[in-house]
T-cell receptor, first 111, second 112 residues
């Protein structure tokens, strides 16, 4: 079955450390997205990519970086510049104006 | 520009009673609208979508929504709540953009 795989499910970051969250899709979707979700809040867009080798900042891109070297993959790096990284991170994909398809998320915590 | 407003942050119902989750939208063009459900520590799952083919849209798990242009609303309903319906629900606007517009979410609480 096609879908989006996010890994790991849980991740812990030490002070000053960069961590990378994986997102892989086998839906052949063109566009991919990263969202951050904090308790009791909605989704906030971090970065999105409409095609390979191109991506745009969302509303809260500071302290994060992404790459889109392959259509199937859109990893998110949470850098040490992100001072409050504890959150639930969701990856999504879509194509042709269809509703987004979501992965099961990665929960990032600080050690 | 498009915006989506979920009118209730929490809705509490008893099992077996009807569910109503409210969503209003504003858009300068005919929107695409979706409802998603999110269970704890999970991603969002599509419940149903409106894309102008029919104003009453049926989704999964017995949910449906009616698009009312005169009221700019897209409320989600279910005739009889089940304990497994307890979750977070998001109304989302699409249409003409790669960037969907998310509502803030409504937490549905179902009492036995």
């Amino acid at each position: 079955d096609g879908g989006i795989t996010q890994s790991p499910k849980y991740l812990f970051r030490k002070e000053g450390q960069n961590v990378t969250l994986s997102c892989e899709q086998n839906l052949n979707h063109d566009a991919m997205y990263w969202y951050r979700q904090d308790p009791g809040q909605g989704l906030r867009l971090i970065y999105y990519s409409q095609i390979v080798n191109d991506f745009q900042k969302g509303d809260i891109a500071e302290g994060y970086s992404v790459s889109r070297e392959k259509k199937e993959s859109f990893p998110l790096t949470v850098t040490s510049a992100q001072k409050n990284p504890t959150a639930f991170y969701l990856c999504a994909s879509t194509t042709g104006g269809q509703p987004q398809h979501f992965g099961d998320g990665t929960r990032l915590s600080i050690l | 520009a498009q915006s989506v407003t979920q009118l209730d942050s929490h809705v509490s119902v008893s099992e077996g009673t009807p569910v109503l989750l409210r969503c209003n939208y504003s858009s300068s063009y005919s929107p695409s609208l979706f409802w998603y459900v999110q269970h704890p520590n999970k991603g969002l799952q599509l419940l149903l979508k409106y894309t102008s083919a029919a104003t009453l849209v049926k989704g999964i798990n017995g949910f449906e929504a009616e698009f009312k242009k005169s009221e700019t609303s897209f409320h989600l309903t279910k005739p009889s709540a089940h304990m497994s319906d307890a979750a977070e629900y998001f109304c989302v606007g699409g249409g003409g953009s790669y960037i969907p517009t998310f509502g803030r979410g409504t937490s549905l609480i179902v009492h036995p």
